[in-house]
């Protein structure tokens, strides 16, 4: 309890300083993410930080608190936020939530995600489930339409599992999936195939199924 006692009078006497790290200098922005990753690893060395600024001056600064997606650290994850102090200006949230971007995502708008010598955008991105009866988690292949150029880097797994996280949240993306494999998008389209900013809403229509059983 000690640590997370320190963690938030961390948070709360810096808090001024961290709503406003993106408009400070690097080196300061280094300074207070070290710090902000130091006090939270001394809680639970497993779990990460995410500061999120708002497009607004109105609307409040988010600190997600994550277990990237790892359940035996789940119950850390909500003791810390459980308590958290009530700061103005402020919003603490216990994992990563599902995106808002879907419009976006279904308009083709959305920005692509980076990662070293990987670029993907999630609105390109199909997938199509395995059979199944009566099971909760569901497996799936994920399609990309360079599959070929990529397959071989060892990222690549990795990114998608981020934009899975962005799309349905961290937790959904616990107990809702359970193997994923990727693939290269078929040249020709397939009745089956969904695209992958659905997935949420596939995932309400089977578990909608399995409970009217």
């Not at 300061?28 to 990460?48: A, G, P, R, S």
């Not at 009530?86 to 976006?104: G, R």
């Not at 990529?150 to 999936?177: A, P, R, T, Y």
Request: glycine residues 2%.
């Amino acid at each position: 309890m000690k640590s997370i006692i320190l963690f938030w009078d961390w948070i709360r006497y810096n808090e001024q300083t961290l709503r406003n790290l993106r408009n400070e200098k690097p080196a300061v922005q280094k300074m207070f993410i070290y710090w902000l990753d130091k006090h939270l690893h001394n809680y639970c060395e497993q779990l990460e930080s995410i500061l999120m600024f708002p497009a607004n001056e109105n609307e409040p600064t988010q600190l997600v608190i994550s277990a990237s997606g790892n359940p035996e650290y789940f119950s850390q994850v909500t003791t810390l936020i459980d308590n958290a102090p009530k700061l103005k200006n402020w919003k603490f949230v216990a994992f990563i939530q599902p995106s808002h971007n879907i419009d976006e995502m279904e308009a083709g708008l959305d920005k692509p995600y980076v990662f070293k010598d990987i670029e993907l955008k999630a609105s390109e991105l199909k997938f199509m489930p395995f059979q199944y009866e009566d099971v909760k988690k569901i497996d799936m292949i994920v399609y990309l339409k360079n599959f070929t150029v990529h397959c071989s880097n060892k990222n690549l797994l990795h990114v998608v599992f981020i934009i899975l996280q962005d799309i349905i949240g961290e937790k959904s993306l616990f107990e809702n999936i359970n193997f994923v494999e990727l693939a290269q998008l078929p040249a020709e389209e397939q009745n089956e195939v969904i695209y992958l900013y659905e997935l949420q809403s596939y995932l309400d229509m089977i578990n909608r199924t399995t409970l009217s059983k």
